[in-house]
């Protein structure tokens, strides 16, 4: 048996995973096994899902199935580590270590393995901060008004749950697969469709493979709806990865951390009105607007 850990931290690039053996393997689950004593109310909090950065560690434990050929692996078990604390289909536990996610985050622990640097865990570490600094000041979830007018009748209905089935549309369709209203089932990547993918997490590279795509860029938009097709929004936390939002019917915005469901919310729990004036957490670059034309653009 091993440990399989996907970092569940990027909207747009695929989440880092790593797999322990071994003593670390041993380790953590050690660390993971319930506290002592039953929680007690007050321990246990609610999260938002959709948040952009840090949202948990998702760890599988995986053997190898000798009933396919070569190296197939299957989970005989998957859990969700959020705040201390550790989710399954059974239940909610605290863990054993309540500071097991600044372990495995941590240059030290299996965020090492990513092969991403230093840097990379440093940041890791940092959006895991802000996370929980996030789940104490909001009450989740907020209550909100959500109007039904169409003021923007080229653009898509707010349809959550075409997107979130808690299965393979919500997790193999990241923000660019929503934000363009296309399903590919792939994490979608700008350019990669048309042999022009972005080389580095930049505004203009990330732009480029848009266009490449067939967005067509449209910075003068000022969140303006287009008389035809719709608008969406390119975001950048430079050097880290990309996020796009898209605007709705009703003229609100909406967007899908990579694999967690789409939400109308930003990072403080508000409606978002415009994506330049929303909680993007550290997706501190809005780069522009762009409108995709329905039926033209083909992402993969």
């Known amino acids: ?61 995986i053997e190898s199935d000798t009933r396919r050929q070569g190296p197939a692996v299957r989970p005989t078990r998957t859990v969700r580590v959020v705040d201390g604390t550790v989710r399954s289909g059974k239940g909610v536990s605290l863990a054993a270590d309540p500071g097991v996610e600044d372990y495995v985050c941590g240059s030290t622990g299996p965020a090492r393995l990513t092969g991403l640097g230093r840097d990379f865990c440093e940041r890791l570490v940092s959006e895991l901060l802000r996370h929980r600094d996030l789940i104490q000041r909001i009450e989740w979830p907020p209550t909100i008004h959500w109007p039904q ?13 075409w997107w979130n089935d808690a299965g393979p549309v919500q997790f193999g369709n990241n923000c660019y697969n929503y934000g363009t209203d296309y399903r590919s089932d792939t994490f979608a990547q700008p350019g990669l469709a048309s042999g022009a993918m972005y080389a580095s997490i930049t505004c203009a590279e990330v732009r480029a493979g848009a266009v490449a795509d067939a967005l067509i860029a449209s910075p003068k938009a000022n969140n303006k709806c287009p008389k035809q097709g719709h608008l969406v929004a390119l975001v950048v936390g430079p050097r880290w990865d990309f996020h796009w939002y898209r605007k709705q019917r009703n003229g609100r915005w909406t967007h899908k951390p990579g694999r967690s469901p789409a939400t109308n919310l930003d990072d403080s729990g508000h409606v978002i009105m415009d994506p330049r004036a929303a909680d993007r957490g550290g997706y501190t670059d809005f780069c522009t607007f762009m409108v995709v034309m329905h039926g033209h653009v083909r992402i993969r």
Request: hydrophobic share 35%; proline share 9%; net charge positive.
């Open 149 to 161: 007018r169409s003021t923007c009748p080229c653009a898509p209905d707010w349809e959550p749950s």
């Open 1 to 61: 048996m091993t440990l399989r850990i996907t970092f569940d931290v990027f909207s747009g690039r695929p989440n880092p995973v790593v797999v322990v053996t071994g003593a670390e393997e041993k380790d953590l689950l050690r660390r993971l096994a319930p506290a002592r004593g039953r929680a007690r109310r007050g321990q246990v909090r609610d999260f938002p899902e959709s948040t952009l950065g840090y949202r948990g560690l998702i760890i599988e434990r």
